[in-house]
């Protein structure tokens, strides 16, 4: 029997790691697609930066931290960041370049205007397609905050699949005028790990 239970909780856990992943590649290019104009309210910002808790670390994908009891304890921490490349410079041969293809207008870019209703509806869509059915994802609280005087968003939400745990998730997306930085926390509902995310939330700052 315990046998069982230690099996189902390894796939649970690799589950959950790809739904971090999911959460930060399919999130960015979803909110953020496209060519868009550069956010010219916001300083630049060069990177984000954080401490990594000692329950945690590294995973085989870039930015992403397992904890060490890993799969058994299924929280993790990814980190990643969105540049919409409009920091570099064109030359006037590539600026002739963009408008002969029809290239040279981009569209707006609504990453500070976020809402609730829209990344809730963005998210749920992408798990719901991820594990073949509907996990209700719901997100509970979305707060905007300043970070190191750049604005963002700290969002909340949870999801259940069919004979799973519940999966909690915290997610921190700073904006900048070129870079989104995301920093998403992911727990099982049995993962006894806030103390460990408090610390690596409060030591975010943006450079």
Known sequence: MKREFDLNKSRFGVRILLAVTLLVTVGAPLFFAGKVYARDSLDAASYCSFVIPPEFEPGQEKGLFINVNHPMESSSIKYDYYDNGLDVILTNREKAAQKE??????????STSLTKQIYEETMAAAFNS???????????????????????????????????????QTVYMLLSRYRTFTISMQRAEDDDCAAAFEECASSIHVH
């Not at 293809?101 to 609504?110: I, L, S, Y």
């Open 130 to 168: 991820q594990y073949g059915q509907d996990v209700g994802f719901v997100v509970s609280s979305f707060d905007k905050i300043t970070v190191d005087g750049y604005p963002g968003y700290r969002i909340e939400a949870s999801y259940q699949a069919a004979d799973e745990e519940r999966v909690h």
């Open 101 to 110: 293809a029809g290239t040279q207008t981009p569209v707006a870019d609504e």
